[in-house]
């Protein structure tokens, strides 16, 4: 591995910001106006809402871009598992840098063990980017239609997770989340990922069509950010489609800095902060390191309020959840 820091692999700016960098049209409202002016007087009323919806919106919606590559040293201190994954969304950044291009990010999957922050990195990064983000929850998903809409011609049919995101949203560019995606179930009729395999595709994902409203929308600067716990339950032409980082739970020491980070996050964010001490103790980091990240803040929210309860500034091992050490433990390096 190179001897220089990840922090070094591409110069940030002293500051970061998120200007609109230009407007970029998700649809053609021309194709718009054909598909409605064939629908009949009395049939298909969604379906005719939703394209007078469209048209009273527009086709525009903001293309953002970072002004600067990001100092993103908070994010590596708070998710120091994610290192490789954080490098590799800074060099996208800065290959937008200094250009009319948007920002293109090849697609990720972050193939890891449940509880280490998958789902926390996504958004995460969202925030960083500044572009929205829409979570879509693979494994209570029976069919294709939740990301590409369904017929329609089937009662109930509505516009699919894609077409939302791009047409009800702001951005041309926002960050959509698979969680899961190797928990999709299947059936004999529906291939869950089979939107997938066009909108993975930079080239096919310029003229993405849902099912519902049969009108191509441009999904080509979506970000895509997909999770799985198993990669075997993944097609290979998805996995061929994206950059996979295998995101292992953090150390001992790793854990203690994310507890720390999230102890003075949680402090800052809300007013009673003031009223506990700035730092917490090493037992109680000691504890919170065996804790999952993702049961991190549930397990801070209950120390920080029965600290308060003890009128007390500082919190004790005492005020953690019982149990939650030994419950979570697996999920970690020693």
Avoid: C
């Avoid at 937008?96 to 999957?109: F, H």
């Avoid at 960083?128 to 009662?155: D, E």
């Amino acid at each position: 591995m190179d001897s220089r820091s990840s922090h070094d692999l591409v110069p940030a700016s002293s500051s970061f910001q998120l200007p609109v960098a230009q407007l970029r049209s998700v649809f053609q409202p021309h194709d718009v106006e054909r598909k409605l002016a064939k629908l009949p007087d009395r049939e298909h009323e969604h379906l005719r809402i939703t394209y007078e919806r469209m048209l009273e919106r527009g086709p525009d919606r903001f293309q953002v871009k970072p002004s600067g590559v990001p100092d993103m040293a908070s994010l590596y201190a708070q998710l120091p598992n994610f290192t490789d994954v954080l490098d590799d969304v800074r060099r996208h950044v800065a290959l937008a840098q200094d250009s009319r291009d948007g920002l293109e990010v090849t697609p990720i999957l972050l193939l890891g063990p449940p509880g280490i922050g998958k789902t926390h990195f996504a958004k995460k990064l969202a925030d960083l980017l500044g572009t929205g983000m829409s979570l879509v929850p693979m494994s209570s998903m029976t069919a294709g239609w939740l990301l590409s809409g369904a017929s329609s011609q089937w009662k109930g049919s509505k516009p699919g997770k894609v077409f939302e995101a791009l047409v009800d949203g702001e951005y041309a560019n926002p960050v959509m989340v698979i969680d899961e995606i190797d928990k999709a179930g299947t059936d004999a009729q529906y291939d869950p990922l089979g939107a997938l395999y066009g909108l993975l595709e930079h080239d096919t994902a310029h003229a993405f069509v849902d099912e519902f409203a049969e009108v191509p929308i441009d999904a080509s600067q979506v970000i895509w950010i997909t999770t799985a716990n198993d990669a075997r339950g993944i097609p290979e032409p998805i996995l061929n489609r994206m950059n996979v980082f295998e995101v292992e739970a953090p150390s001992h020491e790793a854990a203690r800095q994310i507890a720390r980070q999230l102890y003075a996050s949680i402090r800052a964010d809300h007013d009673w902060g003031r009223l506990v001490s700035p730092e917490p103790s090493d037992d109680v980091l000691d504890h919170l390191a065996t804790v999952a990240p993702r049961e991190m803040r549930r397990a801070l929210m209950t120390g920080f309020g029965n600290a308060r309860l003890a009128h007390r500034e500082d919190v004790q091992v005492d005020d953690l959840p019982r149990g939650t050490a030994g419950r979570s433990r697996i999920g970690f390096m020693q």
